[in-house]
């Protein structure tokens, strides 16, 4: 719809595995995002990369790793996981990150379950 | 940093008649405000957006938004609402997102309106 894609769409995993989401734009765009939409908290910003440069972001566990091999391609790597960590993980872009006017364009998401 | 409130989770309207999502938002320097609609196990649509220029936004689906600069609000509208446009709204202003190591632009969110268009 949006030209934003992401696989998969559920994912079900113990805490003890390993896992990654993928997220492909389809748009020319060159900042990708990823937000956690959580039940009880409103949409949280977890990694920027603009021109494929990630803005670190200490605030977010390291069992979450972010890679952007390319400025169509934006993956996050998952390990050793915890039950909180289960909700919504959304992926975006934008033409550029710095452009205050830009719009943000979602893909549809990929429902996490941490068991 | 910058924030905006929805101060309604939900909002009940009859079909056919007009709806209104409010927003409010506090800001340094000029807003640069969102509305983006979300369905059931859907990612989030973009519907429209203020930069600058005219206070009445127009945007997908028939939707428009008045900013209000005294009132610091940014209401979402609709003349005549549908049963489909039964979803999660949210508005969300551009913002520099500080973290430990730096930052970076981003949206901020509002916690999101249920708006439920009965038949």
């Known amino acids: 719809e949006t030209g934003v894609t992401q696989t998969p769409r559920h994912l079900v995993m113990g805490m003890t595995n390993k896992k990654s989401l993928k997220c492909e734009q389809h748009?020319?765009?060159?900042?990708m995002y990823w937000y956690k939409q959580s039940a009880k908290k409103p949409l949280e910003l977890m990694f920027v990369?603009?021109?494929?440069?990630?803005?670190e972001n200490n605030s977010v566990p390291s069992r979450f790793s972010p890679e952007c091999p390319n400025s169509s391609h934006l993956f996050l790597h998952l390990h050793t996981l915890q039950p909180e960590d289960s909700a919504l993980y959304l992926c975006?872009?934008?033409?550029?990150?710095?452009?205050?006017?830009?719009?943000?364009?979602f893909g549809p998401g990929t429902r996490l379950t941490v068991l | 940093a910058q924030s905006v409130a929805q101060p309604e989770d939900q909002v009940n309207v009859a079909e056919g008649n007009p709806l209104t999502v409010k927003c409010t938002y506090s800001?340094?320097?000029?807003?640069?405000l969102f509305w983006y609609v979300q369905y059931p196990n859907r990612g989030l649509q973009f519907l429209l957006k203020?930069?600058?220029?005219?206070?009445l936004v127009k945007g997908s689906y028939g939707f428009e938004a008045e900013f209000n600069k005294s009132q610091t609000s940014f209401h979402l509208k609709k003349p005549s609402a549908l049963v489909s446009d039964s979803a999660l709204y949210f508005c969300?202003?551009?913002?520099?997102?500080?973290?430990?190591?730096?930052?970076?632009?981003?949206?901020?969110f509002g916690k999101g309106t249920h708006l439920i268009i009965q038949p």
């Open positions: 748009l020319g765009h060159n900042a």
């Open positions: 990369y603009n021109f494929k440069e990630q803005t």
């Open positions: 203020y930069i600058t220029g005219d206070n």
């Open positions: 800001v340094s320097g000029n807003p640069y």
């Open positions: 969300a202003v551009r913002d520099w997102i500080p973290y430990s190591g730096g930052g970076a632009d981003g949206l901020t």
């Open positions: 975006a872009s934008s033409q550029f990150s710095g452009a205050s006017t830009d719009t943000q364009y």
